[in-house]
Every structure is written in structure tokens, then in C-alpha cells.
């Protein structure tokens, strides 16, 4: 898609192509159950507000309607609230390093979309500096570790139990001078209903601004698709302590569907960024909005 990153190779269809199928399936008498449609909907994790939009649209045209003409309006309401692109990940104009702040509850794959992402990142031709900033993990720093001498990419990281901030600070100091074009902070996993573990990542947010005031130029939300709407509060929270930019959504190869992304979207205006279909690095890529919308069926 012109003005996304680069994608890769092709990958298998969304999983969510399947949901729709399934709704064609269900749906192919004229006489609709509205409240079963909207379960269904809200089952593919759309969420109950879309859900209802849907429903509404469908119910204004008192006509006979089938499982095609659930898909159509689902796929144009799906359609209207994604961006039409997702804009590429490009260094700052100035040279200064492009620095991400990646965040999420435990268990999402945080850690390794963080290094997928430098992967793609460093194939692209861009200098790219990791920063180990879950000092309270020692086995997530050790699986940075591993990743950076897998790539090729140089890896800052602090003693056990050391200040995530100061590991941040030391990182873009690190990308300074190397000249990296970009910083990747992967912070550690927390989950968005504790109070100090979100105030301390907004420590870190501020840290990083004493570096650059408008640093960090980016922070993404790594969440799974298979934990559906729960992925949706959680951005909330996430959202009201950090700012987002945006979602990497992972798990896209198994039995998550994607919907969650669409009521993200629509609810506080975060795209998703980048997405995650499988365990190798090369199964990341840049996420195509209006590909996502096409394979819907």
C-alpha cells in the first residue's frame, strides 16, 4: 500500500475473513433475529456500540435482508472508521532518534513485537538502538538480549531491578551517538489496573522528554487479539497515562478475529500500526487497513 512501510511477504488471510464467513452462514433466512446479530457482532469483538450501529443501519431499511447484506454494511461500517493508510515509520527530518515507547499488560508478546519491529526497522536501512527498560524481568532482558545479537542491533540495558527511566535516558544518549535513526523502548508488562506501575511509566514518558520535548514520538500498545474486548479497556487506561499513537496486535495466526482494533479506533482515535501472524520475525508487518477490509470476506 503506497505510504505504509514496508510489509513483507504475503501472509495468510485475516482471521477475521472467517467471522463474516460465519455470519453469511448464520444469517441466510430473511426474517432476522436482531438480538442474535447483534451478539454475533459483538462476539467478533466490534463491540456493542458498532454492534448497534450496524444493527440500526440494517433495521432502516425496511427491506428483506440477508447474510450478504449484513456483511456489505458491516464491511462499510468497518470501513469508514479505519484510516484509509497507515502512515510508514520515518526517522525525524532533523536526525535527531525517532524514539518509541512500546507498553502493554504481561503476556502480550511485548517484548517480542519490540524486536520484530527493530528487524524491520534495520532491514529497511535504518540504525536502530534497543533499550531493556523491564529491569524488573530478568528474563525479558535476557530475551532482548538475544534478539539484539541476533539482528545486529545494539542493546542498552541496566543492573536487575534498575530505574526503567534512566535505562530510557541512556538509551537515546546511546542513539545520539551512534546516530541511530530510531530508539525502541520496551518497558515492562503492567497490568493498566495498577496505579504505581502506570505512574511509572509515566516517569519514563517524562524522562525521555528531557532529551527532546517531543520525545517519545511514538508510543504503541502491543495487545493480543485473542483477548478481545479486554484489549479495548486496557488501551483506555494505557491511553489516559501515555498518550498513544498507536496498536501492534499480535496473535492475529490464531483464534483472535482482529475486531478489537476497529472499536479502538473508533472509540480514542488509535490506528493500529503493526501487526503480528506468527512466531517468525519475518510474520510482522505494517498494517493494511484497506487489505484488513477486503479479506473481511
Same mark, same amino acid.
Given at each position: 500500500?503506497?505510504?505504509? !512501510? ?6 495468510? =488471510? ?13 444469517? %441466510? ?6 438480538? #442474535? ?6 462476539? *467478533? ?12 443501519? /440494517? ?7 440477508? *447474510? !450478504? ?14 484510516? =484509509?493508510?497507515?502512515?510508514?515509520? @520515518?526517522?525525524?527530518?532533523? *536526525?535527531?532518534?525517532?524514539? &518509541? ?9 511485548? %517484548? @517480542?513485537? @519490540? ?14 538502538? &534497543?533499550?531493556?527498560?523491564? %529491569? ?8 532482548? #538480549? ?19 527511566? !534512566? ?11 551512534? *546516530? ?6 520496551? @518497558? ?12 511509572? /511509566? ?21 495487545v493480543d487479539a485473542t483477548?478481545? =474486548? ?13 498518550? &498513544? $499513537?498507536?496498536?501492534?496486535? $499480535? ?20 490506528? %493500529? ?25
Open positions: 500500500m503506497a505510504g505504509c !512501510a514496508d510489509i513483507g511477504d504475503p501472509i495468510s =488471510s485475516f482471521p477475521m475473513a472467517g467471522f463474516f464467513k460465519s455470519l453469511l452462514q448464520r444469517f %441466510t433466512k430473511p426474517n432476522i433475529d436482531w438480538d #442474535e446479530l447483534e451478539a454475533s457482532l459483538i462476539a *467478533g469483538d466490534l463491540g456493542p456500540k458498532l454492534a448497534l450501529q450496524i444493527v440500526s443501519d /440494517l433495521q432502516a431499511q425496511q427491506r428483506q435482508l440477508h *447474510g !450478504a447484506d449484513i456483511v456489505k454494511v458491516a464491511r462499510d461500517h468497518v470501513r469508514k472508521i479505519l484510516p =484509509s493508510q497507515n502512515p510508514a515509520l @520515518t526517522p525525524l527530518v532533523d *536526525g535527531r532518534p525517532k524514539v &518509541l515507547l512500546i507498553v502493554g499488560v504481561n503476556g502480550v508478546g511485548k %517484548t @517480542t513485537s @519490540t524486536a520484530k519491529l527493530a528487524h524491520l526497522l534495520h532491514r529497511q536501512g535504518h540504525g536502530v538502538v &534497543l533499550a531493556a527498560a523491564d %529491569t524488573f524481568r530478568a528474563a525479558a532482558v535476557e530475551q532482548l #538480549e538475544v534478539w539484539s545479537q541476533r539482528l545486529g542491533v545494539p542493546l542498552v540495558k541496566g543492573p536487575p531491578n534498575s530505574d526503567p527511566a !534512566a535505562v530510557c535516558f541512556e538509551g537515546y544518549e546511546r542513539a545520539v551517538k551512534s *546516530g541511530a535513526a530510531f530508539l525502541l523502548c520496551d @518497558t515492562a508488562g503492567r497490568l493498566h489496573t495498577k496505579h504505581n506501575l502506570m505512574e511509572e /511509566l509515566r516517569k519514563v514518558n517524562r524522562v525521555l522528554g528531557r532529551k527532546d520535548p517531543s520525545s517519545p514520538h511514538e508510543v504503541m500498545l502491543v483477548t478481545g =474486548s479486554n484489549a479495548l479497556q486496557q488501551a483506555r487506561e494505557f491511553h489516559k497515562a501515555v498518550p &498513544l $499513537t498507536g496498536l501492534i496486535v $499480535t496473535k492475529l495466526d490464531g483464534s483472535g478475529k482482529g475486531g478489537v482494533l476497529v472499536p479502538i479506533q473508533q472509540e480514542l482515535g488509535v490506528p %493500529t500500526r503493526f501487526i503480528g501472524l506468527g512466531e517468525r520475525v519475518e510474520d510482522f508487518q505494517a498494517f493494511d487497513p484497506a487489505r484488513f477490509v477486503d479479506e473481511l470476506l
